[in-house]
């Protein structure tokens, strides 16, 4: 790509007069290197209005696995961007296990006339990584009587989280929400997600 050095790369990256190709070669080498330094500018980078480069720097964000940029992704997850940047920082924070994104994943995932399926749906999952926090657990036990299926499942799926706790006491709430019969098509209910459900049922 004409690089030099890594400087070079970062500063391919950081140039909008660059193509779009260009661009996203560079955000693929960064993530090969796992430049923790190259952080910020594929945060901003993301940000922009271009699906391949905001799908590529979060390919390279997810791979670097830094959070020290988690409180810009989580502006860009519940700001004024365009849906492709929104949902590339969501998914962003939630494979990096970012708690602090526990207040954006429960907006997000609740607000069912304002948002999109798929990000709701993203947002519902990522939940699984607070899910011992009581927040975290109330938006869930909402989530499983969700208009969306696809929500629901999302929501068992982030429950099943709590089967891999030790004697795990599930509060009544939640108990009383993890009713098999009222979740999800009895097609989708997979062996191991029916291991999320509490041991009475």
């Known amino acids: 790509m004409g690089a030099s050095s890594l400087s070079d790369v970062i500063g391919i990256l950081q140039d909008r007069s660059e193509s779009t190709e260009r661009r996203v070669e560079a955000a693929t080498v960064l993530r090969g290197l796992k430049c923790r330094d190259a952080v910020g500018p594929l945060i901003e980078a993301l940000a922009e209005e271009q699906q391949e480069l905001s799908w ?4 390279a964000l997810t791979a670097i696995g830094s959070r020290r940029g988690a409180r810009r992704l989580i502006q860009i997850g519940g700001g004024n961007h ?11 924070l939630w494979h990096l296990r970012e708690l602090r ?4 994943f429960i907006r997000v995932s609740s607000a069912v006339d304002a948002e999109e399926e798929y990000t709701r749906d993203m947002a519902t ?3 699984g990584n607070t899910c011992l926090r009581q927040p975290s657990q109330r938006a869930l036990s909402q989530r499983l009587f969700d208009p969306s299926v696809s929500v629901r499942y999302a929501a ?15 509060p009544g709430f939640l108990r009383k929400a993890l009713r098999p019969s009222c979740l999800i098509p009895q097609d989708w209910m997979t062996t191991g997600l029916s291991r999320s459900l509490p041991p009475s049922y």
Do not use: G, K, N, V
């Not at 590529?56 to 390919?59: I, K, T």
């Not at 365009?82 to 962003?92: C, K, V």
């Open 56 to 59: 590529m720097c979060m390919s």
């Open 82 to 92: 365009s849906l492709h940047a929104r949902q590339e920082a969501i998914y962003t």
């Open 101 to 104: 994104a526990e207040s954006l």
């Open 125 to 127: 999952e990522a939940l």
């Open 156 to 170: 068992l799926c982030a429950c099943s989280i709590l089967h891999l706790q030790p004697s795990y006491e599930y």
